[in-house]
């Protein structure tokens, strides 16, 4: 584990120092600092947020939904100077992005991301790129994470022996009695079939190299990946998140006691 976690730290060392078009990006707020990076491979998303930064957008915003290990969210504009209790988070459909979906940027712990419409109203996956959200997330088991892959394969393996396996039952059966031999041939024969078939089958699901290692030390949301752009990563203050996510909130997942986003700027 110890190897593993100095790895990381040398790969994100490794990977902040290639991250040459943004400069890092600080998020004050009354519960503490973050520091972000912003992605050079999302360019659209880096480009409108650093934009919105530069104006001061989000300063003086709040963290309107906070979900403890799943996200907070905010930088809306109603949630300025907001009364206590009022429902706030509205987006801006002036302010929508196409996704930039990355399989390598995923949704771990201090992802920074974009929310959106759901599906039925926003096909496209278009980012309501007037806000941000920050995941929070939890720390999975490989069981979990390997019951998660085998939920989306097995259905189609089974698909594919159903198709090409069952119609030989009978006569393996049969070979199976009165001609072991010709039993074992024609078994290898099928079996490599739905081999060949199932390795050729789309819609396999396989965790990429080194993200189930990231969601069962670090944690994160996994089933937000590919559902939302993920455009940088908090790389200081991570139990500033922490704080925020472990506050009282009302009904509408707003904290009670507002956390306050102060200032949003590139240092």
């Known amino acids: 584990m110890k190897t593993f976690l100095l790895s ?3 790969a994100t060392a490794v990977m902040l120092q290639a991250q040459t078009k943004y400069p890092t990006i600080v998020i004050e707020t009354n519960y503490g600092v973050m520091k972000a990076m912003l992605y050079d491979d999302t360019p659209r ?3 409108h947020y650093m934009q919105l930064i530069s104006q ?3 300063n003086n915003t709040l963290f309107h939904r906070v979900v403890k290990n799943f996200v907070i969210q905010g930088g809306a504009q109603d949630s300025r100077n907001a009364p206590p209790g009022a429902q706030i988070g509205s987006g801006r459909t002036d302010m929508e992005l196409m996704p930039e979906f990355r399989e390598h940027r995923f949704h771990k712990k201090g992802a920074l991301a974009a929310p959106r419409k759901g599906d039925n109203e926003n096909p496209q ?3 309501d790129a007037s806000q941000f959200y920050i995941v929070h997330g939890r720390v999975y088991t490989e069981g979990r994470l390997d019951s998660t892959e085998m939920s989306v394969n097995i259905p189609i393996k089974n698909k594919i022996i159903r198709t090409h396996y069952s119609p030989h039952k009978e006569e393996l059966a049969r070979l199976k009695e009165s001609d072991p031999r010709g039993f074992n041939t024609l078994l290898d024969s099928v ?3 739905v081999d060949s078939l199932y390795a050729a089958a789309p819609g396999k699901f396989f965790w990429p ?3 189930k290692e990231t969601y069962t030390t670090i944690g994160g949301v996994h089933h937000l990946d590919g559902e939302y752009t993920v455009f940088g990563e908090v790389t200081e203050g991570l139990e500033v998140i922490d704080r925020i996510a472990a506050l009282a909130v009302d009904g509408n997942s707003r904290p009670i006691s507002d956390a306050k986003i102060i ?3 590139a240092e």
Do not use: E, M, N, P
Request: charge should be positive; aromatic fraction near 14%.
């Open 125 to 127: 996956k278009k980012s």
């Open 263 to 265: 200032r949003v700027y």
């Open 45 to 47: 998303h880096g480009d």
């Open 8 to 10: 990381l730290l040398l």
């Open 209 to 211: 190299q080194g993200l």
């Open 56 to 58: 001061g957008y989000f």
């Open 191 to 193: 079996l490599a079939i």
